[in-house]
Each structure stands twice: as C-alpha cells, then as structure tokens.
C-alpha cells in the first residue's frame, strides 16, 4: 500500500523560511510527477508546485514562483518544497500528492489527477 506523509511545517514570522518534505512509501512513483497543494482557512485546496518523476520538469503557481523550490531525491524517497520570504497568504495546510503514472504536463495543476495524499502539515506565517 502506497502512503506519503508531509512534515516539516510550523510557525514562522513573515519573511522566514520553511523546507516541507514528503516522503513516499515504498517509494517514490518511477513514472508519476508529485506536487503540493494547499488549502488556507475558507478557501479551495490550490496548486503550490509539482516535479515530474524524470527529466526534473517543475511547474510553480504564480503567487509562489520565485519564493518556492521543489525537489526530489529517488534516493530518499522524498520531494521537498522550500520556502523562503514567507508571507500571511501562505499561511495553509500543505499538501502532497503523487500520481502513479505518466500523466500530460498540461494537466498537472489539477487534483483530480493525483492518486496519493497526505494527511497535510500546518505552515502558519504569522509575527
């Protein structure tokens, strides 16, 4: 049975800096991208960033391109989303979420697409 499992969140002052991780297991998926998601007080889950299985494609929402990096090491497992220059609109429950085959970049964004998730970690930005 395949689970992934964010940590890493917690409470950081405006302009801080976060690292997530989620670890999969067994393992990562050989052919499916992993992304995050977030989901603020009130508000739809959004797409934060994904990271394609091979070739290292990456694709980032528009309010968090720049601030945010996400990586993998197949090796650990494991994606990672730094965070720098943390603001109040980041404040959410994170999400990771993993595809167990090769879907279309162009769809990558969506939810529906996802397979796996976790159970979220809490990243609260506040002074």
């Known amino acids: 049975q395949v689970h992934v499992t964010e940590s890493g969140g917690g409470l950081v002052q405006p302009g801080g800096s976060l690292r997530l991780s989620c670890a999969a297991s067994p393992r990562l998926s050989r052919d499916g991208a992993v992304a995050w998601f977030r989901r603020a007080a009130g508000k739809e889950r959004e797409f934060v960033a994904f990271i394609r299985a091979t070739g290292g494609t990456t694709g980032y929402a528009d309010s968090v391109k720049g601030r945010f990096t996400i990586a993998r090491d197949n090796a650990k497992n494991t994606v990672y989303l730094d965070m720098r220059n943390l603001q109040s609109d980041d404040t959410a429950v994170y999400y990771c979420?993993?595809?167990?085959?090769?879907?279309?970049?162009?769809?990558?964004?969506?939810?529906?697409?996802?397979?796996?998730w976790g159970q979220g970690t809490q990243v609260t930005v506040s002074s």
């Open positions: 979420a993993m595809d167990a085959t090769r879907t279309v970049l162009s769809a990558l964004r969506q939810e529906n697409i996802y397979d796996y």
